[in-house]
T-cell receptor, first 111, second 112 residues
Framework: SQKIEQNSEALNIQEGKTATLTCNYT??????LQWYRQDPGRGPVFLLL?????KEKRKERLKVTFDTTLKQSLFHITASQPADSATYLCASPGGYNKLIFGAGTRLAVHP | EAGVTQSPTHLIKTRGQQATLRCSPI?????VYWYQQALGLGLQFLLW???????NRGNFPPRFSGRQFPNYSSELNVNALELEDSALYLCASSLVRENEQFFGPGTRLTVL
């Protein structure tokens, strides 16, 4: 079955460094991948969408890559700030408007 | 512009009872989605409604049901509550042919 995997361990980094989060998918080839941010007790907030024919997409300090050979997307936050601390979710279409989400990776940026 | 709203914020029920959760989409959005997020787990797709019809359903038992009203707001009903139904229930809305889904703050359901 279609599956999205994210590193379940929390990622701890120093302020100012680049955070890199990984999303791997198996058993299918999604037409696009989405990245969301979720703060505790809140709903996810859409950040970026990257299509299978796009290698890279940027938005301010965020960068997403899509490698269809490795079946992987990388999500980068450059010049990270403590305010970037949150859980980041990767999602892909699961057919008929359904989204399949990974379990998310918790990012903690320390001053 | 108001975002997706959900009510109530918290809901406490006992096993065997029924729960009703409500969602109002962003104005102009006709599609409403429901997701379950149990503690430590990812979002699991429950239901998709569009134009008043159920369009897709996730791998959940029939005691999870819902409906969409003419004003596009939606209701999720969970019958015969079980302890494992305790979770954050998230509603999202979108324009039907758009990929981005806008989420509400969620309803925290606790089953005792």
């Amino acid at each position: 079955s279609q599956k999205i995997e994210q590193n379940s361990e929390a990622l701890n980094i120093q302020e100012g460094k680049t955070a890199t989060l990984t999303c791997n998918y198996t058993n299918y080839s999604p037409a696009y991948l989405q990245w969301y941010r979720q703060d505790p007790g809140r709903g996810p907030v859409f950040l970026l969408l990257i299509r299978e024919n796009e290698k890279e997409k940027r938005k301010e300090r965020l960068k997403v890559t899509f490698d269809t050979t490795l079946k992987q997307s990388l999500f980068h936050i450059t010049a990270s700030q403590p305010a970037d601390s949150a859980t980041y979710l990767c999602a892909s279409p699961g057919g008929y408007n359904k989204l399949i989400f990974g379990a998310g990776t918790r990012l903690a940026v320390h001053p | 512009e108001a975002g997706v709203t959900q009510s109530p914020t918290h809901l406490i029920k006992t096993r065997g009872q029924q729960a009703t959760l409500r969602c109002s989409p962003i104005s102009g959005h006709t599609s409403v989605y429901w997701y379950q997020q149990a503690l430590g787990l990812g979002l699991q797709f429950l239901l998709w409604y569009d134009e008043g019809e159920e369009r897709n359903r996730g791998n959940f038992p029939p005691r999870f049901s819902g409906r969409q009203f003419p004003n596009y707001s939606s209701e999720l009903n969970v019958n015969a509550l079980e302890l494992e139904d305790s979770a954050l229930y998230l509603c999202a809305s979108s324009l039907v042919r758009e990929n981005e889904q806008f989420f509400g703050p969620g309803t925290r359901l606790t089953v005792l």
